[in-house]
């Protein structure tokens, strides 16, 4: 619930766009409050140690007019990959307000386990409780700033 970030877009330049965006650990929602508190813990995000989680773009490619992909450092839990996010910009206009904004949607999967998130339980059924692979979708909408 809690993050912050900008976006440099170009949009007649796509390429010589940036992204940087912070998110307190702490802030985590998942409607469930038991569930939120172990994720805070050191089970999971530890967010005493790694109070945040943050992305900062590299590279920026276009593949057609409307989508792209974002290079860059994704850190969780004190560990820094390289990853790539696929995106799509959704367009750009006037708000109700006279403000520019634009929208763009982004998708990547991550292992946890490159994160250092190893906690698990094995099931009675013999599997486990938290499967490796995050998925990640972004939606983000942006007022252009004068």
């Known amino acids: 619930d809690d993050f912050e970030g900008t976006i440099e877009f170009d949009e007649s330049n796509a390429s ?13 929602d998942t409607n469930e409050k038991d569930r939120d508190t172990h994720l805070r813990s050191g089970d999971f995000f530890d967010v005493e140690k790694f109070p945040n ?7 920026v490619t276009v593949a057609d007019g409307q989508k ?6 994704l850190t969780i839990h004190g560990v820094t990959k390289e990853v790539v996010i ?6 750009s206009g ?4 006279g403000n520019v904004r634009a929208g763009f949607r982004g998708e990547l999967t991550i292992s946890r386990r ?17 499967g490796d692979e995050i998925e990640i979708r972004i939606d983000v909408e942006g007022a252009l700033e004068d």
């Open 53 to 59: 989680l943050r992305f900062e773009s590299t590279k």
């Open 16 to 28: 010589a766009s940036s992204v940087a965006v912070t998110i307190q650990a702490a802030s985590i």
């Open 68 to 73: 792209g992909k974002i290079a860059g450092e």
């Open 114 to 130: 490159d994160y250092g998130l190893n906690w698990n339980e094995l099931l009675e059924t013999g599997g486990v409780l938290v």
């Open 86 to 91: 696929d995106v799509k910009f959704l367009g």
């Open 94 to 97: 006037k708000d109700p307000w």
